[in-house]
């Protein structure tokens, strides 16, 4: 039994596209429309259109587009029944019974998979069996409280501890393995994935336990990592997930601390700073941007204090910036009592204390700042090499500042540093973010001619291919979306043969459309998202704006399209088609003749 049109129906009406895509991303009004930037990928200018009548979004940049059920499948990762259930649940609404549910992965019991074993590995490690992980976590400056905040976890070194466990609690060999909890031997038998090991479940902003984080109880191997992850699984992507967000979400600080490691975060939570996130130990992300972008509008970078950090956090200010947040950055300075270096905020924190770290995070300078901070690092302003190198990599770096009075500081300061007229670094800049803004139109006029020739097109890769009937099959089907009476007149109907289709996305498209009108049912409400893949949906909803644009959609187009498929399908089955017998008879002869 497939969910009810009308459920779908009020699940839509309850839920306003609008209110729903301004969780993700600032919307401003447009005539009768509302734009922003996209949610689904970076964008400077926006590209990203809510249209009212009806309901539904298109982004001209990635090609995004669909109701406010696609919206929440693509952003939140999630099936179709799993997005109405996700609808429905916040208009308070019942899902009716449905064995559809029972089709798809049931997302519900990963997360309850998951929750048991970092049940499991927290009462593990608060028992005396867990002694030697409580006194690795002690050690590490946390006490009980921010241990049982966090649910932290010991998985000890035997095999088969968390397998048996969740093997008697009635989940199977397949659901163990795809949750990456358990791996397969080559003797056919489970074993555990984490073992000597510190567990830090991975919570999301919803409050579902989705992964872990396991780091080395020392000494360990020389082989052995020192942290062990989740891989991506029905329930977790690395890359769209932050550690600790679904506690810094609720603390009274407007602005978020981004930490590199889980460690960190913690360990700054335990010291007070309620604020702190990490990105999970890998390279920031801009699904982890856009994230934070729904949380905060200001995130303050606090990355370990070596190169590596430094590197790490110029990325991070280009991801955060082009999400719209405001960024600042803490820079760690002072050694501990042995007179090394503080290089982490784990170390930084546990050894100047919260106060030392409280005074940094107030002063810590803007992006820019701390970039023209690292230009004065790079380049000796005593040599007239140096000088010229420095404006050249500044003007570069301004060139990408949109505010005037922001540019004009810099380009000042720089001028006292330098002993060069400001008027000379000022024109330079000028010239620079001419270079800049041509260089975006010129990309942008590239990806346009790219996505019009079909290039790169995963959805429809025959686009490339068949060019020529790609545009007239993509018009077919943009009109028959637009008027979808047309799937049911009598002079169209029997025209409409998918075999006519070069493309296998068109075609698969035009045999659904005919399958799902047949015995003149009008088609449902949910007929795409029920049937295709969000980035599918968008494919469709770009030709339906194609369409929309040229306005002539009448019958007569329509059927002229339809009637220049046909004999393009005609010539190409007659060019491919053996020559008869008598036709080589008669080719030979000839050839005699002439010889």
Not at 49 to 78: K, W
Not at 218 to 224: A, H, M, S, V
Not at 257 to 281: F, K, P, R, T
Request: contains cysteine; hydrophobic residues 35%.
């Amino acid at each position: 039994m497939r969910i009810p049109d009308n459920f779908i129906e009020e699940v839509i009406n309850r839920n306003p596209l609008e209110e729903i895509v301004a969780q993700y991303t600032t919307l401003r009004r447009a005539g009768s429309n509302m734009v922003g930037c996209c949610p689904f990928h970076q964008e400077k200018t926006p590209s990203f259109t809510l249209y009212s009548s009806p309901p539904h979004y298109y982004c001209y940049g990635c090609g995004a587009g669909g109701d406010v059920i696609t919206f929440v499948r693509q952003m939140e990762n999630l099936d179709y029944v799993s997005a109405i259930e996700f609808l429905a649940n916040r208009a308070g609404l019942s899902m009716p019974v449905s064995d559809v549910a029972g089709e798809r992965i049931n997302k519900k019991r990963f997360y309850e998979m998951n929750a048991e074993a970092a049940r499991f590995w927290h009462a593990y490690l608060l028992s005396p069996k867990g002694k030697k992980g409580l006194d690795y976590l002690m050690s590490r400056g946390l006490g009980l409280p921010i241990i049982k905040r966090f649910g932290l976890g010991h998985a000890d070194d035997d095999w088969h501890l968390l397998t048996n466990h969740l093997l008697k609690k009635g989940y199977g060999e397949k659901e163990l393995t795809e949750a990456f909890l358990c791996s397969m031997g080559k003797n056919g038998k489970l074993y555990d994935r984490f073992r000597n090991r510190a567990i830090f479940p991975i919570i999301d902003a919803a409050g579902n336990v989705v992964a872990f984080s396991g780091r080395l109880i020392p000494p360990g191997t020389e082989k052995d990592q020192k942290y062990y992850n989740t891989t991506d699984t029905p329930v977790f992507k690395k890359s769209r997930n932050v550690f600790a967000l679904n506690l810094a979400k609720k603390s009274p600080e407007k602005e978020l601390i981004l930490c590199e490691g889980n460690l960190d975060a913690v360990s700054l939570h335990a010291h007070g700073v309620s604020n702190a996130v990490a990105s999970l130990g890998t390279a920031l992300t801009p699904d982890q941007c856009r994230l934070l972008a729904r949380y905060t509008e200001r995130v303050c970078i606090c990355y370990d204090a070596d190169n590596a950090g430094k590197n790490a956090t110029v990325k991070a200010i280009r991801l955060l910036t082009e999400a719209g947040l405001r960024v600042r950055v803490m820079t760690l300075t002072g050694t501990d009592g042995e007179g090394k270096p503080l290089k982490d905020p784990d170390d930084f924190i546990r050894n100047a204390g919260k106060s030392a770290f409280d005074k940094l995070w107030r002063e810590a300078p803007g992006a820019i700042e701390y970039l023209f901070s690292l230009l004065l690092e790079k380049h000796e302003l005593d040599t007239m090499d140096g000088k010229n190198a420095f404006v050249k990599d500044l003007v570069s770096l301004l060139s990408q500042v949109k505010d005037p009075i922001e540019q004009e500081l810099f380009i000042s300061r720089a001028a006292e540093l330098t002993g060069l007229p400001s008027e000379v670094i000022r024109a330079r800049t000028g010239k620079e973010t001419v270079r800049e803004a041509r260089r975006e139109q010129k990309e942008q006029l590239e990806r346009e001619m790219r996505k019009s020739q079909g290039l790169g097109n995963t959805v429809n890769p025959d686009k490339a291919k068949f060019a020529a009937s790609a545009a007239k099959e993509e018009a077919i089907l943009g009109i028959l979306l637009l008027r979808r009476e047309y799937l049911f007149d009598s002079k169209i109907r029997p025209r409409l043969v998918p075999e006519i289709f070069n493309c296998e996305f068109c075609r698969k498209v035009m045999s659904l459309l005919l399958n799902l009108t047949e015995d003149e049912k009008e088609l449902s409400l949910g007929f795409l998202n029920e049937n295709l893949t969000p980035q599918e949906v968008g494919e469709l909803e770009g030709m339906k704006k194609k369409r929309e644009e040229l306005g002539n959609n009448a019958t007569s187009v329509l059927l002229e399209l339809i009637r220049r498929l046909e004999d393009e399908k005609k010539k190409t089955e007659l060019k491919n088609e053996p020559l008869s017998s008598a036709w080589m008879e008669k080719l030979k002869a000839e050839k005699a003749k002439k010889e």
